[in-house]
């Protein structure tokens, strides 16, 4: 016998429902229909079109470095050798001719 306690722990409610009406093939479309939203939403997550917006614009941002850099890269070559060219032409520097 248990010894009476001042916390009582309640315990949840059951019920013995059974449906009056059984629709079998109402069942197995919702199962099927269940299934397929599952299926959809597997790749999706809740933050998702802000993560991927994010992420896009990251990519677009990188791209938009890698576009600039390689084109301060190809502004400094062609300096380079302007100043090459200038160089030997104009200059008294005769060890290539």
Do not use: C
């Not at 013995?16 to 599952?38: C, F, G, H, I, M």
């Not at 802000?50 to 190809?74: A, P, Y």
């Not at 400094?76 to 104009?90: D, E, W």
Request: charged share 40%.
């Amino acid at each position: 016998m248990r010894l009476p306690s001042l916390f009582r722990q309640h315990r949840n409610k059951t019920y013995n429902y059974t449906p009056r009406y059984y629709d079998e093939r109402k069942e197995r479309l919702e199962k099927l229909r269940r299934q397929k939203e599952a299926e959809k939403d597997k790749d999706y997550f809740k933050g998702y079109r802000k993560k991927s917006f994010r992420e896009d614009w990251k990519t677009v941002k990188s791209m938009d470095r890698n576009k600039n850099s390689r084109l301060r890269f190809i502004i400094i070559l062609i300096l380079l050798f302007m100043f090459a060219y200038a160089a030997i032409k104009y200059g008294k520097i005769d060890f290539l001719y």
